[in-house]
């Protein structure tokens, strides 16, 4: 069974930092994608970062983000990360890690759909 779980979020002052984790268990793909995402209530989830494996790597942001935020991964110990700096009241949102076997068409406002979610972590920027 795979379990996504973040932790990691909190309140913090705008300027400030934060590092999101989730812990990845059962998944196995060798090959696969996996991406931070983030929701306001009211509005729609929104894919902020995402890292594809195929043998290579490579990260993609929204443009919002760029040069702020940093995914990452420790695959010996199956936890990917979301690094967080300088953030703004706008960042305000409840972040979600997700992972998907299909590798392709990784990347923020990609359409093709992540088959395992993780709970959410609340991170609040004041200002």
């Known amino acids: 069974q795979v379990q996504l779980v973040e932790s990691g979020g909190g309140s913090v002052q705008a300027g400030g930092s934060l590092r999101l984790s989730c812990v990845v268990s059962?998944?196995?793909?060798?090959?696969?994608?996996m991406a931070w995402f983030r929701q306001v209530p009211g509005k729609e989830r929104e894919g902020v970062a995402t890292?594809?494996?195929?043998?290579?790597?490579?990260?993609s942001y929204i443009d919002s983000v760029k040069g702020r935020f940093t995914i990452s991964q420790d695959n010996a110990k199956n936890i990917l990360y979301l690094q967080m700096n300088s953030l703004k009241p706008e960042d305000t949102a409840m972040y979600y890690c997700?992972?998907?076997?299909?590798?392709?068409?990784?990347?923020?406002?990609?359409?093709?759909?992540?088959?395992?979610w993780g709970q959410g972590t609340q991170v609040t920027v004041s200002s």
């Open positions: 997700a992972a998907r076997q299909n590798w392709h068409y990784c990347y923020p406002g990609s359409r093709v759909d992540f088959s395992y």
């Open positions: 059962g998944f196995t793909e060798r090959s696969y994608c």
């Open positions: 890292v594809a494996h195929y043998g290579g790597t490579s990260t």
